[in-house]
Nanobody
């Protein structure tokens, strides 16, 4: 069974930085894409950033220039470097991997709180 282990969330002041990590286990195959979504209280889950196994990235406009996604494809790890964090970036961040067949697999989520 494929599982994701997410880490790196926490409390940070506005303007601060965090780096989220996600490591997949239970699979020897590469994901067609991996990335992060987030969900704030009372809001729908939204895409933050994804990266394909070919290195193509898709970044939400709201975080462009502040967040960077990277991936270690050999290990099925994906990272999200978050800089210049704003209160509106707070929420639960979910790692997602999409298989070659298009099936999404979600992590359990890690909480990011941006507050002074």
């Amino acid at each position: 069974q494929v599982q994701f282990e997410e880490s790196g969330g926490g409390l940070v002041q506005p303007g601060g930085s965090l780096k989220l990590s996600c490591a997949a286990s239970g699979t020897n195959g590469a994901f067609a894409s991996m990335g992060w979504h987030r969900q704030a209280p009372g809001r729908q889950r939204e895409l933050v950033a994804t990266v394909t196994d070919g290195g193509r990235t898709d970044i939400a406009d709201s975080v462009k220039g502040r967040f960077t996604i990277s991936r270690d494809g050999r290990k099925n790890n994906v990272y999200l470097q978050m800089n210049s964090l704003k209160p509106e970036d707070a929420g639960v961040y979910y790692c997602i991997g999409t298989t070659a067949f298009g099936a999404p697999i979600w992590g359990q989520g890690t909480q990011v709180t941006v507050s002074s």
